[in-house]
């Protein structure tokens, strides 16, 4: 049930710790970012948005930091657990309608 | 609340045969997206439409692409004829509002072309 390729950035991180994963946005236009969690065989699934006013947002064991300057954002996971194990992609929007642009995903592994 | 309704879940064919994949967006969505994720490209967005119209195709590979969205509540994306190169996992998206607002995936269909 793979859903990128082997090629993917990958974070190991010991179940109960901290999880911090990276992403780079390309538009200084973009108004809108979003972080997605894709679990073998299913779909993104949404875990968090923010808006370029705001640079900080937090939501249940997850925050997302917001950084225009270097166009830089973050996803924070805390307390992290086998299930959040899955492919993480970031996307930047707001350029075009409700057009999204998809990273290429950071795979996070959990080890017990 | 359902969600996105992908299907087929899982598509095997021959090549030269037409496939033809079908999404159910969630209630109220506006919005409606089609992507193609492979091991080698990542997630890539084929066409999208607004209250049923495609406003963007810019992203479907070819001609043997197409896409329609007769009403508010179902989309396909039609592959005629289809190669191996179209293997890959096909998502439909939703969405609701103008911009700023989070896209909702369905769980995909998971083609190979043999």
């Known amino acids: 049930g793979e859903s990128v390729g082997l090629h993917l950035p990958t974070l190991s991180v010991q179940e109960g710790d901290n999880s911090i994963i990276n992403c780079a946005y390309s538009n200084s236009a973009s108004d809108y970012f979003i972080w997605y969690k894709q679990e073998s065989g299913k779909g993104p699934q949404f875990i968090i948005d923010i808006r370029s006013n705001m640079d900080k947002r937090q939501g249940q064991r997850v925050t997302v930091l917001l950084n225009k300057t270097v166009k830089h954002l973050s996803l924070q996971i805390a307390a992290t657990q086998p299930g959040d194990s899955a492919v993480y992609f970031c996307?930047?929007?707001?350029?075009?309608?409700?057009?999204?642009?998809f990273g290429g995903g950071t795979r996070l592994m959990v080890k017990p | 609340d359902a969600g996105v309704i992908q299907s087929p879940r899982h598509e095997v064919t021959e090549m030269g045969q037409e496939v033809t994949l079908r999404c159910k967006p969630i209630s109220g969505h506006d919005y409606l997206f089609w992507y193609r994720q492979t091991m080698m490209r990542g997630l890539e967005l084929l066409i999208y439409f607004n209250n049923n119209v495609p406003i963007d195709d810019s992203g479907m590979p070819e001609d043997r692409f197409s896409a329609k969205m007769p009403n508010a509540s179902f989309s396909t994306l039609k592959i005629q004829p289809s190669e191996p190169r179209d293997s890959a996992v096909y998502f439909c998206a939703s969405g609701k509002g103008s911009s700023n607002q989070p896209q909702h995936f369905g769980d995909g269909t998971r083609l190979s072309i043999l």
């Open positions: 996307a930047e929007g707001g350029n075009a309608g409700n057009m999204l642009t």
